[in-house]
């Protein structure tokens, strides 16, 4: 991480650009998690290492993507507020992290999604989390029915053929029926803790922002000079 000094028009450049790039890594298709079939070390001739470091990287680009934004917005609105950052302004504190009025305010329509906006990010991105591992356990759950179909077709075969299998005989066929037939996780980022933490955040942050805005209008006041109009 590096400060650097921008105008004001090459920083909203750079919000743009860092908006959109949020977005297309969020829907360009590619998974936050995988699976892999039996002894498999490769999916498309790709090797397993290579499919979780790339996981890794994905995470983390779109978590410093983020916080680019943030950053960025950061800077933007307290440019248009006048204020060169050393000033003290009112902030608020809203689930663990302090803010600006107008950077809560933000946060609340474009980040966490308070208003439901379909591009505020963190919402976006716990869709996606919950897509990815939502088809991941479903391909493992379906390769694994199907292996214990499978065992079930050789069984009754077996049977047919009036062929003793011993319980041994059976136990040892059916691990290699799972060891050849089950799906596994590609699963380096733990996605399902990301999932739920990213969960409670999101949840935290709303609460905690819908009380503090409402405590914030009914204490805070503002001075209007008006016109008496009969």
Known sequence: MAEVKLTVHRALALKKT??????????????FI???QGKKT???GVPVEKIESDIRAR?????????????LKK???QSNAGLNGNEQVR????AGKEYTMAELIDASDNVYGNKKHIRAFLPLFLNALKANYSDATRRVERAHEKVEQDIKDYLAKAAGADKALSSDDIKKRSEMFHEDGDMYLIDPLNLKEIIEKLEADIKAFRVDCDATMSEQN???????DLTDVD
């Open 218 to 224: 009914a204490l805070t006041t503002v001075t209007v």
């Open 42 to 44: 490769t999916i498309n």
């Open 75 to 77: 800077a933007l609105l």
């Open 18 to 31: 860092t908006e959109e790039r949020i977005i297309n890594v969020l829907t360009d298709g590619s998974p």
């Open 34 to 36: 995988a699976t892999r």
């Open 91 to 94: 902030t608020v504190t809203v």
């Open 59 to 71: 995470y983390d680009k779109i978590q410093q993507l983020i916080s680019n934004y943030l950053r």
